[in-house]
Nanobody, 118 residues
């Protein structure tokens, strides 16, 4: 069973930056097609960034040019660099398999809260 642990969230002012981390443990874990998701209060969870099988990336239009997904295979960790943050980026952020690649996702972790506010 794969366990996902997200960290790195916090309170940041508009225009600021954060880097989120997703550490994976458990059974054999492949980072080839992981993604980041977020869920704001009262809204459905949405994917904001992901890797595909071919190693390319996909981003939601709302974060293109501001967020960057990366990975470190040696550390079994996926990152999300978030720049130029906006209040509408406020949400709980989660990592999991890229739903555009896999129909079955891992159990969700606890997520990490990102709050963008002045």
């Amino acid at each position: 069973q794969v366990q996902l642990v997200e960290s790195g969230g916090g309170l940041v002012q508009p225009g600021g930056s954060l880097r989120l981390s997703c550490a994976a443990s458990g059974s054999i874990f492949r980072l080839n097609s992981m993604g980041w998701y977020r869920q704001a209060p009262g809204k459905e969870r949405e994917m904001v960034a992901g890797f595909t099988h071919a190693g390319s990336t996909n981003y939601a239009d709302s974060v293109k040019g501001r967020f960057t997904i990366s990975r470190d295979g040696a550390k079994n960790t996926v990152y999300l660099q978030m720049n130029s943050l906006k209040p509408e980026d406020t949400a709980v952020y989660y990592c999991n398999r890229n739903k555009l690649v896999y129909s079955d996702l891992f159990p969700w972790g606890q997520g990490t809260q990102v709050t963008v506010s002045s």
